[in-house]
């Protein structure tokens, strides 16, 4: 049996696991992890009797699109290859699809935008600019990019940013190895980007004038940390009067052998000058001996309705983090699923809330669980 605090289980999608999961007008979308699915539709608005409507597949072999937004009847999704995945089919190319999905029962595809490189990771959409990361001819990894959609069949490039050394093309040396030099994904919140950079660390962009991003500040995440840093999340109310920015680590990668990772919390009133102030880590966990991957934290709710913060917390399932006193935050609820067929543990990826409340948790094997607090 799921163990739970204050979480109850309201319905469960019997689907393959998922890298994301956003739900826009009682209709859900997931993005699988590994192929062949690409994409799942799931009509959510009986939440207790949830129903697929429509599945996308991976036009190649050893790919994923594990990642998906929607907003403005559009929905666009990740293709890219990973190591994981193994060697990609013959004629892939990465990038972002654009559908519209104004009958979500019958998405229309409208555009491939193509990139060179393993593809695009992860990104955040408003509706109409996308701020993506993608490999680029002539850079190492991931950099940040701000793409306009406002024609769909011909999203342009607007503006790009990247760390310091990412620029080979340019005749820029990297200062830390190549594998560490990726942006995540950006954030907006007002005129600034909110952009982690794996295990280079994150940086603050002012995109007031989005053809020219500037680096606000940058805090290069070198040891001693060892997990990259997966999101930089703006608080969009302030905390007993600071403005806060959490910082979730990721526990993959590790540059070291570590305990699991956990979130920051940053004041970041004076945006040039961001300083932590305090942290989250879940009381159970040994903090000072390493772990094994994915046994820490991954990724919060990007959309912050009030001060409690529904986190996957891979196998420690979902956690509610309620940050009301920034400087001394505290669990208040959580739901660990049982392990999913086929699995030794759950592994739960990532998480949504919607406009009522309801709570959508994504493993990254196996299964969509509905929930809501109680």
Same mark, same amino acid.
């Given at each position: 049996?799921?163990?739970?605090?204050? %979480?109850?289980?309201?319905?469960?999608?019997?689907?393959?696991?998922?890298?994301?999961?956003?739900?826009?007008?009682?209709?859900?979308?997931?993005?699988?992890?590994?192929?062949?699915?690409?994409?799942?539709?799931?009509?959510?608005?009986?939440?207790?009797?949830?129903?697929?409507?429509? #599945?996308?597949?991976?036009?190649?072999?050893?790919?994923?699109?594990?990642?998906?937004?929607?907003?403005?009847?559009?929905?666009?999704?990740?293709?890219?290859?990973?190591?994981?995945?193994?060697?990609?089919?013959?004629?892939?190319?990465?990038?972002? !699809?654009?559908?519209? &999905?104004? !009958?979500?029962?019958?998405?229309?595809?409208?555009?491939?935008?193509?990139?060179?490189?393993?593809?695009?990771?992860?990104?955040?959409?408003?509706?109409?600019?996308?701020?993506i990361s993608p490999t680029v001819e002539g850079y190492i990894g991931?950099?940040?990019?701000?793409?306009?959609?406002?024609?769909?069949?011909?999203?342009?490039? &607007?503006?790009?940013?990247? *760390?310091?050394? #990412?620029?080979?093309?340019?005749?820029?040396?990297?200062? %830390?190895?190549?594998?560490?030099?990726?942006?995540?994904?950006?954030?907006?919140?007002?005129?600034?980007?909110?952009?982690?950079? *794996?295990?280079?660390?994150?940086? %603050?962009?002012?995109?007031?004038?989005?053809?020219?991003?500037?680096?606000?500040?940058?805090?290069?995440? =070198?040891?001693?940390?060892?997990?990259?840093?997966?999101?930089?999340?703006?608080?969009?109310?302030?905390?007993?009067?600071?403005?806060?920015?959490?910082?979730?680590?990721?526990?993959?990668?590790?540059?070291?052998?570590?305990?699991?990772?956990?979130?920051?919390?940053?004041?970041?009133?004076? =945006?040039?000058?961001?300083?932590?102030?305090?942290?989250?880590?879940?009381?159970?966990?040994e903090t000072g001996i390493p772990s094994p991957n994915m046994t820490?934290?991954?990724?919060?709710?990007?959309?912050?309705?009030?001060?409690?913060?529904?986190?996957?917390?891979?196998?420690?399932?979902?956690?509610?983090?309620?940050?009301?006193?920034?400087?001394?935050?505290k669990e208040v609820a959580y739901y660990v699923p049982d392990a999913?067929?086929?699995?030794?543990?759950?592994?739960? !990826?990532?998480?949504?809330?919607?406009?009522?409340?309801?709570?959508?948790?994504?493993?990254?094997? *196996?299964?969509?669980?509905?929930?809501?607090?109680?």
């Amino acid at each position: 049996m799921a163990d739970s605090k204050g %979480i109850k289980k309201v319905g469960f999608v019997d689907c393959k696991g998922g890298g994301q999961i956003e739900v826009v007008n009682g209709t859900a979308y997931v993005g699988h992890t590994a192929g062949p699915e690409a994409t799942t539709i799931i009509d959510v608005k009986d939440p207790a009797n949830p129903k697929i409507v429509h #599945q996308i597949m991976c036009s190649h072999e050893n790919v994923h699109a594990h990642k998906v937004r929607v907003a403005n009847d559009l929905m666009i999704t990740n293709y890219e290859s990973i190591d994981y995945m193994g060697e990609p089919s013959a004629g892939f190319r990465g990038g972002l !699809n654009i559908y519209d &999905v104004s !009958n979500p029962h019958e998405p229309k595809h409208l555009h491939f935008w193509e990139t060179a490189g393993e593809g695009v990771h992860r990104y955040t959409f408003d509706g109409r600019y996308a701020y993506i990361s993608p490999t680029v001819e002539g850079y190492i990894g991931h950099i940040c990019m701000i793409m306009d959609l406002a024609d769909p069949t011909n999203p342009q490039e &607007v503006g790009r940013w990247w *760390w310091p050394g #990412q620029w080979q093309a340019g005749g820029e040396v990297a200062d %830390i190895p190549h594998e560490y030099l990726r942006c995540h994904h950006g954030i907006r919140h007002g005129d600034f980007l909110y952009v982690s950079y *794996w295990h280079a660390g994150w940086a %603050i962009l002012d995109i007031s004038d989005m053809a020219n991003p500037v680096c606000v500040s940058r805090q290069e995440w =070198k040891l001693p940390y060892a997990h990259p840093a997966h999101t930089a999340l703006p608080i969009p109310f302030k905390l007993k009067g600071m403005d806060v920015m959490l910082l979730a680590d990721e526990d993959v990668a590790k540059k070291e052998p570590a305990g699991p990772a956990f979130i920051w919390l940053y004041d970041i009133g004076d =945006k040039a000058n961001p300083r932590a102030f305090s942290s989250f880590q879940l009381d159970h966990l040994e903090t000072g001996i390493p772990s094994p991957n994915m046994t820490g934290c991954h990724q919060p709710v990007e959309v912050v309705r009030s001060t409690e913060i529904p986190v996957a917390w891979f196998e420690q399932g979902l956690r509610i983090m309620d940050i009301a006193n920034p400087h001394a935050p505290k669990e208040v609820a959580y739901y660990v699923p049982d392990a999913p067929k086929g699995a030794e543990r759950p592994l739960s !990826n990532d998480v949504f809330q919607d406009d009522d409340g309801l709570i959508y948790l994504i493993d990254r094997d *196996w299964g969509l669980h509905i929930l809501e607090r109680s």
